[in-house]
Structures are given as structure tokens and as C-alpha cells.
């Protein structure tokens, strides 16, 4: 089996040619984040003509690398929902041209499922039932998984993503864009308990969601003051910088753990699946460790470079062609999550 799996839903545009017993025979992904580097986060209307100009050159490397030609392909399968409307349009129509001149089949793939299933990719086995926290830039959310297709939503944000707020409060501290791993690398050297910062809904047993916009204000009035909004008369220090990036960090940590673990207690589930881009953050990785350790829960994250978006975990497909579950050529794009 030969299936090609496209990925464009944020600002990635990546493809990967997936073998017998899911083999990775290749995978590209082509980056657009020095695009949006100067706006400190993605701008659409950007990024969707960026997939654009990528998907071919992007499709013709992996088929090269996989050292096969696209007659070859078994099916083809690309992730059509959630995401920017403009971006998952160009890979869906690139699938779907393949898939009318090749005379192959369209596998549809959800883009958060995938982001959990680079976990079972990672362990070679079965990681549901689980609880399945899923934090990027567009997302972070928490899910009963009873299959790699069947989730639960058990909460989420309230307001910015996980992601989002790395991107932001890096840009408002001079960090370059992506924030996440900016961040990441001040925080090593910080204090996180320089600053108080809110950990919104975290002693709230009742809910399983998040909130980061108040942390993001906490963060500006920190740098700023009270009140204001003018960043451009501020010079931060380089330890002030290392201090708001732990402080920061920490708070978003200790949300995304608090509530994960109870996730767990609430479902009565002994496993933990953990991806999306935020999930490559050290701290993150370590505190989930520890936490899951102390609750005797298995803890499954994603491998580094499966957490940020890639095509590899487009591998969710091959069970659905294999079950036959082939989609229309009329297939749509369903930028807002579809509950399935
Ligand atoms: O999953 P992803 O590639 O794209 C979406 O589906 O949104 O996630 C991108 C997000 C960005 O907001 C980026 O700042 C964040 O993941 N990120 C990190 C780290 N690496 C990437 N956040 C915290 N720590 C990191 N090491
Ligand atoms: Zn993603």
C-alpha cells in the first residue's frame, strides 16, 4: 500500500507517502513561519496562497523521496477539517485533482485526531481509550478518545489557544515568532516564580476548560503596568525578559496539567495522549511526566517532531481506506471542528 496524506490546515504545507504497517517512506514539510514572522502569527489570506505556490513542489519532493511516481499511490488522503478555510482548500483541491486523474480514492482526515494519533504512531500499539489533550495554536482541548475516530469533547478554551498566547506574549516581550520555542528557551533561564500570574478555572473541579487571554493581559500590565498598552517606550532587561517567560510558561503548564489530571479523574481513563505543536514544550513534557507518574497514569506525548503539524500523522487514514470509508469528490472543507 502506497497512500499519499497532505497536510495544509494552519500555515504547514507537508505531505508523506505512508507504507505497508504504516512504514514512513517520506515526509516534507515546508514551513511558513519567516512569512509570518513579522505579523507574530498566521496570517491567512498569506497562508493560503503560500500552500499555494508549496503543494506541488511539496507533493512532487515526497513522491521523489519515497522514490515513487504518483501512479503508484494506492489513495490519497488530506485533512479537511479544522483549520483556515483559504489553507485547507488548497490541499483538499490538490488531493481531489490527484484523486480524479489518478482514478484513486479520498480518505478524509481530521486534523485534531491526527495530532493524537502521532501518539499511537509513536508507541506501535493502541492508545485508546484515553483522555486526549490536543494543544496547538488554534486549540487546546480535552477529549474522552474511545477510538482513533471517535472523541468526546470534555472541554477547552474559553478564549486563546495554548499556542496563541506563546505566540502573543513572546511577541509583547521581543521574542521572535513562533513563540513557543522562544519562550521555551528564555524561560531555561528565569524564575517562574518571579511573577504571580492567573491560572484561570485551575481550582474549578466542576469545569475542564482553559483560559489564557487574562494571563495574556496579566503579562502586558506586568511589562507595561496597569492600564496601559504603549509598548514602545519599553526596554526590558534581559533577566526581566527570562523571568516573565518562566512565570508565564509555568502558569500555562500548570493549567494544561491541572486539568488533564482531572480529565483523567473525571473519566476514570488511565492513559493521557498528548500532541498538538505546544506539546514539543519542555517544561510541558516534564510536568505531565511527573504528574502522570504520581497518579499511576500511562502518559503517551507525541514525539518532538510529530507535535508541530506534519503528514506523517496523516497515517490515521490508512485504518479508514483500509475499512473502505473513501469520501465524494464534491468533499468540502469544515474550517470549524467537525464533532464526529
Ligand atoms: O500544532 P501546530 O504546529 O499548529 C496548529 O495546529 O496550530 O502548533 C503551533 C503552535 C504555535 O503556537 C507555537 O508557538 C507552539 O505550537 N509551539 C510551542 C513550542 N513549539 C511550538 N509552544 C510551546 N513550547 C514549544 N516548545
Ligand atoms: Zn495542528
Known amino acids: 500500500m502506497k497512500l499519499l496524506t497532505i497536510e495544509s490546515t494552519c500555515d504547514e504545507t507537508a505531505a508523506a507517502v505512508i507504507g505497508d504497517d504504516l512504514e514512513v517512506l517520506s515526509s516534507v514539510v515546508a514551513s511558513q513561519d519567516e512569512l509570518h514572522e513579522q505579523f507574530h502569527g498566521v496570517v491567512p489570506e498569506i497562508a493560503a496562497r503560500a500552500h499555494l505556490e508549496r503543494i506541488l513542489p511539496v507533493i512532487d519532493e515526497t513522491l521523489r523521496r519515497a522514490n515513487i511516481t504518483a501512479d503508484q499511490l494506492d489513495a490519497v488522503a488530506v485533512a479537511n477539517t479544522p ?18 486523474t489518478l482514478d484513486i480514492p479520498l480518505v478524509a482526515i481530521n486534523h485534531l485526531h491526527a495530532h493524537i494519533y502521532a501518539c499511537q504512531l509513536a508507541t506501535g500499539r493502541s492508545v485508546f481509550p484515553c483522555v486526549g489533550m490536543i494543544v496547538s495554536g488554534g486549540h487546546s482541548n480535552l477529549y474522552r478518545c474511545d477510538s482513533a475516530h471517535d472523541f468526546t469533547p470534555l472541554g477547552g478554551t474559553i478564549d486563546d489557544a495554548a499556542g ?3 505566540d502573543k506574549v513572546a511577541s509583547m516581550l521581543g521574542l521572535p515568532y513562533p513563540g513557543g520555542p522562544a519562550i521555551s528557551k528564555a524561560a531555561a533561564d528565569g524564575d517562574p516564580k518571579a511573577y504571580q500570574f492567573p491560572r484561570s478555572f485551575l481550582k474549578d473541579e466542576q469545569r475542564l476548560d482553559f483560559s489564557f487571554s487574562g494571563l495574556k493581559t496579566a503579562v502586558r500590565y506586568a511589562i507595561v503596568g496597569p492600564g496601559k498598552h504603549d509598548f514602545s517606550q519599553i526596554e526590558l ?31 476514570g481513563l488511565k492513559r493521557l495522549c498528548v500532541g498538538g505543536g505546544v506539546a514539543a514544550n519542555g517544561r510541558l513534557r516534564e510536568r505531565l511526566q511527573l504528574a502522570a507518574e504520581a497518579e499511576s497514569v500511562e502518559l503517551e506525548i507525541a514525539p518532538l517532531k510529530l507535535c508541530t503539524d506534519n503528514a506523517v500523522m496523516g497515517a490515521i487514514a490508512v485504518e479508514k481506506f483500509e475499512a473502505g470509508q473513501i469520501e465524494p469528490l464534491d468533499l468540502d472543507v469544515y474550517p470549524g471542528l467537525v464533532r464526529t
Open 237 to 267: 532587561a534581559e533577566k526581566q525578559v527570562q523571568d516573565i517567560a518562566a512565570s508565564f510558561q509555568e502558569a500555562v503548564v500548570d493549567c494544561l496539567v491541572g486539568k488533564a489530571m482531572l480529565a483523567l479523574k473525571k473519566t
Open 164 to 166: 496563541e498566547a506563546f
Open 83 to 100: 483549520g483556515l478555510a483559504g489553507s485547507l482548500l488548497v490541499g483538499l483541491v490538490a488531493a481531489k485533482t490527484l484523486c480524479a
